[in-house]
């Protein structure tokens, strides 16, 4: 049985309720200019990270990141908004927070190295999403080449490889 909010240690109340907002606010803010998304969808969202929020370490827990992801297919279409960032890095901050929230109980406030080391992962995660949307941009009234999208998959596996080498503990080396 999980413990009362009450009983929960300042540093989980804080990650759950990032968990919680995140989501909410990439859903509120990737809407196409003038039309923001339905008032369930947002309900669904909140119901799911919230729930995210509570159950840290449950496998649904990725359930409302995927939602709003959806959402952004759906209702974007082509278009590349600003605000596609600030959705970005509310998922990025609620997936960090989620992560950190399931390393131990409620009642356990969360290690500061351990908090340091993933809040760092995250901002190097976070700043692919400014060069991507660049990307987009320089490219979006080009023809589409034929080996475009195997071109973009070699760069994400290399930037993989690259960041996990560059982010290797002592342990691994």
């Avoid at 759906?74 to 390393?103: C, D």
């Avoid at 071109?151 to 960041?163: E, I, K, R, S």
Wanted: a neutral charge; charged letters at 10%; aromatic letters at 8%.
């Amino acid at each position: 049985m999980i413990a009362e909010p009450t009983d929960w240690a300042r540093s989980q109340l804080v990650l759950r309720a990032l968990v919680l907002v995140g989501p909410v606010v990439a859903v509120l803010v990737s809407g196409p200019a003038g039309h923001g998304p339905p008032w369930w969808l947002v309900l669904v969202v909140a119901a799911l990270s919230g729930a995210s929020g509570w159950f840290a370490d449950a496998t649904f827990a990725v359930a409302p990141l995927l939602v709003a992801v959806g959402w952004w297919a759906a209702a974007l279409g082509a278009t590349t908004s600003a605000w596609l960032l600030v959705a970005a890095g509310a998922l990025v901050v609620a997936h960090v927070a989620g992560l950190l929230a399931s390393y131990g109980p409620p009642t356990m406030p969360v290690d500061r190295a351990v908090t340091r080391l993933w809040v760092r992962r995250g901002v190097l995660v976070l700043l692919t999403a400014p060069v991507a949307w660049a990307a987009v941009l320089l490219l979006d009234d080009q023809p589409e080449q034929p080996g475009i999208w195997v071109l973009g998959v070699g760069v994400a596996c290399l930037a993989t490889v690259a960041a996990t080498v560059a982010l290797r503990t002592e342990e691994g080396r």
